[in-house]
C-alpha cells in the first residue's frame, strides 16, 4: 500500500480528517499499519494502553469474557474506527477486550501524541467527541438487549453482521462471514441449544437457510421486525448514521379470530388487552355458544414481564388444544391455532 493510498485511509477518519490532510499524510509515514489475521485478540481486558489503535480496514468486536469463558459480544467496528481512546483519556486500564472478525489494518499513534494533536486542533477534538457520543448512544441501545429475547437478539445479531458482511444471492441476501452456533451463542451470552432451536424454526419456515456454509437471508423483513427494538445496538462506524436508534418500540396487539365453530361469531375477532376469558358463562369476556366448551374454559393475557402472550387452560373438562396438542399453558405466537370443544380460534399479533 502506498502512502497516497494510506493517506486517504486516514482521512476517511472523521477526527483526522478534521485536522487536515498534511496531518493525515505525517500519520501514514509515521503510523504504519500492520496486519491482523481473523479472531486474533488485539488487546486484552486489564491491559494498560499507551497508543491509540486507529482501524484502517476491517472489522473488529467488541467484548466481555467472564472467569469461566463466557463471552458476550458488545459491539462491531468497521474501518473507519478507533479503540483505546476512552481508557487512554480516563488513564484507565482496558475495560474491554478486542479481537479482529477479518483481517483487520491496523495503526497505532502515542496516546501523548493523540492527546497533544487533540490539543493542535479544536475541530478534530470536536469531531472525536461527536464521534464518542455516537457510540456511547450505541452501547446504551445495546442495554435494551436485557428486555429481548433470545430470538429477538439472535436477529439482532445476525443484521448486524448483515451490515457488514451482506452480498446479494438472487432474491435473497448471504452473510458472507461465517458463524457457527457455538459463535452465535457466544456472542450473545446464551446456550447454543437455545441457538439451535432458533435457528431450526427459521429454517423450516424459509426464513434463513445455508449456502456453502454460510448463512443466507431470505425473509429480510421478518428479522427486521423482530429486531426491531434493538435494530443498531451493536454495529458502528465513524460518520455512519444513527436512524435507527431513534425507533421506538410499540408493544404488540393480541387478537382472537373465531375460526369455527358454533354460533353466528364465527369469522370475527377479539381483542385481547390484559386478559380474555373465554368458557360459556355469560360473564366471560368471550362467550362461546359451545354445549362441549366449559363455563370458564381458558384464559388468553398478555405476560407480566414481557411482551409475549400466553393462554392457560383453566382445568376444563375437555381441555384445550394448541396447534393440535393439549396445552395447560403455553406462549403464543403469531397464527397459533387453538380449540376448544368444537370451536377453533386463530391467534393474531397486530
Known sequence: MDME?????????????????????????????????????????????????????????IYQRAADGREVLVKLLRAPSVFCDLELLAGLPMVKN????????????????????????PEAMLQH????SAAFCVAARNQRQVFASVEQRLANLLL?????????VGDAVQITEPLSQQQMAQSLGAVRRSVAKVLSEWT?????????????????????????????????????????LTHSEE??????????????????????QGELMIGTHPRC??????????????????????????????????????????????VLRDEDQIELGSTRLVFHLV
Open 129 to 132: 467527541l461527536q464521534q464518542v
Open 285 to 330: 369476556d368471550l362467550v362461546l355458544p359451545d354445549e362441549t366448551v366449559s363455563r370458564h374454559h381458558c384464559r388468553v393475557f398478555r405476560g407480566a414481564t414481557g411482551p409475549r402472550f400466553w393462554i392457560e387452560d383453566l382445568d376444563s373438562d375437555g381441555g384445550t388444544r394448541l396447534n393440535g396438542r393439549p396445552v395447560r399453558r403455553g
Open 98 to 121: 478486542v479481537a479482529a472478525v477479518d483481517e483487520v489494518q491496523l495503526a497505532a499513534i502515542d496516546g501523548r501524541e493523540f492527546v497533544e494533536l487533540l490539543r493542535r486542533f
Open 5 to 61: 493510498q494510506l493517506t486517504s485511509l486516514w482521512m476517511q477518519n472523521p477526527t483526522f480528517a478534521a485536522a487536515g490532510e498534511p496531518v493525515c499524510q505525517e500519520l501514514a509515514q509515521t503510523c504504519p499499519p500492520t496486519a491482523h489475521v481473523p479472531k486474533s485478540i488485539l488487546v486484552r481486558e486489564g491491559d494498560i494502553p499507551t497508543h491509540l489503535f486507529v482501524v484502517l480496514q476491517g472489522t473488529i468486536r
Open 160 to 168: 448486524s453482521y448483515l451490515d457488514f458482511y451482506g452480498r446479494p
Open 251 to 272: 408493544l404488540s396487539q393480541g387478537e382472537l379470530e373465531l375460526a369455527s365453530g358454533p354460533g353466528e361469531l364465527t369469522g370475527q375477532r377479539f381483542g385481547v
Open 204 to 244: 423450516r419456515a424459509n426464513i434463513i437457510g445455508r449456502e456453502n456454509d454460510l448463512l443466507v437471508i431470505h425473509q429480510l423483513d421478518k428479522l427486521e421486525d423482530l429486531a426491531a427494538p434493538i435494530r443498531g445496538s451493536l454495529c458502528y462506524q465513524m460518520g455512519m448514521s444513527l436512524s435507527q
